[in-house]
C-alpha cells in the first residue's frame, strides 16, 4: 500500500496528515455526491456555458464532444476562468464538477465532416450564451472529477450515441474568423485577441478546427490549445516589447491568490524572462516530497527554441507581464516567482497563472532603485530564503554577475581619476 493511501485511511479527512489545509479527497467527494444523482441516468440534458472538451489519448484519433450541466439556466459562469478570481477552490471544483463530458471518437482532420455530433460540438465553440443541450449516451457517465495542469476541472464522462442542441447564437467575432478560410490560424487568433474576445472563447473555438485555411484546420485537444493561444499571444506581444524603451527602476509586484505567492520582479534593461516555481510538500506537484521543489524555465532577449520545462505556466505567464509592459510601452526583464502553499490543494489550470499575474499586475508596485533594495523587499514577501531563489534564477544570477563587474569597473575608473587628477 503507498503512502498516500495509508495517510488516507488513518487521516479518513479529520487529521489533515497529508499537511494540506483541507482535504482534498472530502473537496471531491462532497462536489460528487451533490451531482452524481442528477447524472446517473442515459439521457441528460442541460445548458451548456457553452463548453466542449477535445482529449488528446489515442492522438491523432481523439474523443471530442459537449460539456453539459446537469440544468437550464445561465450557466456562463461555469467556463469563463477569467472570471473565476473571487470563487473560492472549492468553488471552481463544485461548479466545473456538474460538467459531464460527452465523448465521440473521431480523426482530428475530421473537422468538415456531416457527422452532426462533430457539427453540433463545433457550433457550442462558437456560441456566445449558453446552449440549450440533450445528449443520449450509450452508458451512463462514469468516472471520478478530472483535475489536469492545464485545463479546468470536469466531471465524469461518457460516450455519446445521439446529441441535440438549440439554436446557439454565435459570436459573431468568432464567427467572421470561423468562414474565412484564408485566414491563418496564428492571425486570426490574433485579430480576435486585438478585438476583446476572451482568451478562453479564443482557446475553445481553436480547439475544435474553426481557424485557420481551410485545408489546414484540425481539432486540436483543448490542453494543447490552451497552450498554442497563450504562446501565440505572448510572442506577438513580445516583438513588440522589445521595440520600447526599458524600465526606469526596479519594480515588484505581489499577490496571493489561492494560497500561491505570487512576486513579479521586473527589471530596467533589455526584455527577458523566467518563471520560478516553488512547490511545499504535500502539494499538487510534490504530494511526498519532504522538501520544498524548486523548478525554472527561462529566455534571454531572443527568446525560446525548445518547449519550457514548467509547461503551459510559462507561457501563460509571459502573455500577461507582456500584456503590462506593451499597455506602458515599455521593455524590462522580468522574473516571475511563485510559492504554491498547501492551501493549494489540486490544480485547477493554468488560467489561475495567466488570471493571477494579470490582477497582481493591476496592483500598485514597490519601486526601488537598487537591485540589493529589491531583493531585500521580495526576501520580506516570501517563506523561501532569498538565496535559494537566486540559486534556482537564471536570470537573477545574471543580472548580479553583471552588477558585479559594473561596480568593479566603476571602482577601477575612480581609482584611475584619483590617480590621474
Not at 157 to 176: M, V
Not at 368 to 377: A, E, R, V
Request: charged share 25%; with cysteine.
Amino acid at each position: 500500500m503507498g503512502r498516500a493511501s495509508t495517510l488516507c485511511i488513518l487521516c479518513r479527512g479529520t487529521k489533515l496528515l497529508c499537511g494540506k489545509e483541507r482535504c482534498p479527497v472530502l473537496v471531491r467527494f462532497y462536489s460528487k455526491s451533490r451531482i452524481e444523482p442528477l447524472i446517473n441516468k442515459l439521457r441528460l440534458h442541460g445548458s451548456s456555458p457553452p463548453s466542449v472538451f477535445i482529449g488528446r489519448i489515442g492522438y491523432p484519433y481523439v474523443a471530442i464532444g459537449p460539456l453539459i450541466p446537469p440544468y437550464l439556466g445561465d450557466t456562463s459562469i461555469i467556463d469563463t476562468p477569467e472570471l473565476w478570481l473571487n470563487k473560492s477552490i472549492d468553488e471552481i471544483v463544485d461548479f466545473r464538477s456538474q460538467l459531464v463530458r460527452g465523448k465521440h471518437r473521431v480523426k482530428i482532420t475530421d473537422v468538415e465532416t456531416t457527422d452532426r455530433i462533430i457539427e453540433y460540438t463545433r457550433e457550442l465553440a462558437l456560441a456566445e450564451k449558453p446552449v440549450y443541450t440533450e445528449a443520449i449516451f450509450e452508458k451512463k457517465p462514469y468516472g471520478k472529477i478530472v483535475f489536469y495542469d492545464e485545463v479546468q476541472p470536469h466531471g465524469p464522462s461518457a460516450p455519446i450515441k445521439k446529441i441535440y442542441i438549440g439554436n446557439p447564437k454565435y459570436d459573431q467575432k468568432i464567427e467572421k474568423a470561423f468562414y474565412d478560410t484564408d485566414l491563418k490560424a496564428k492571425d486570426a487568433i490574433l485579430e480576435l485577441y486585438r478585438k476583446g474576445v476572451r482568451i478562453s472563447k479564443i482557446q475553445r473555438a481553436f480547439s475544435v478546427g474553426a481557424f485557420g485555411t481551410k485545408k489546414h484546420r484540425r481539432f486540436v485537444p483543448t490542453r494543447w490549445s490552451i497552450t498554442a493561444v497563450d504562446s501565440t499571444i505572448g510572442e506577438k506581444l513580445m516583438e513588440k516589447t522589445r521595440e520600447h524603451p526599458w524600465i526606469n527602476e526596479y519594480r515588484v509586484y505581489n499577490l496571493n491568490q489561492f494560497d500561491n505567492r505570487w512576486i513579479i520582479l521586473m527589471i530596467p534593461g533589455e526584455w527577458q524572462y523566467e518563471l520560478i516555481e516553488a512547490w511545499y510538500p504535500n502539494t499538487t506537484w510534490n504530494p511526498y516530497g519532504t522538501s520544498i521543489s524548486i523548478f525554472n524555465s527561462y529566455e534571454f532577449y531572443n527568446g525560446r527554441t525548445t518547449y519550457a520545462e514548467i509547461g503551459g505556466c510559462y507561457y501563460a505567464a509571459r502573455l500577461a507581464v507582456n500584456e503590462t509592459l506593451n499597455k506602458e510601452k515599455r521593455q524590462a526583464g522580468v522574473v516571475v516567482m511563485r510559492e504554491a502553499h498547501p492551501g493549494y490543494i489540486m490544480p485547477i489550470g493554468v488560467w489561475n497563472v495567466r488570471e493571477s499575474i494579470r490582477k497582481a499586475l493591476q496592483h500598485p508596485y514597490k519601486k526601488f532603485d537598487t537591485i540589493k533594495d529589491t531583493l531585500t523587499y521580495v526576501s520580506k514577501k516570501m517563506d523561501i530564503p532569498l538565496q535559494r531563489w537566486i540559486k534556482n534564477s537564471a536570470i537573477l544570477k545574471k543580472h548580479l554577475y553583471q552588477k558585479k563587474i559594473e561596480d568593479f569597473q566603476k571602482k577601477i575608473e575612480e581609482n584611475y581619476d584619483d590617480q590621474t587628477s
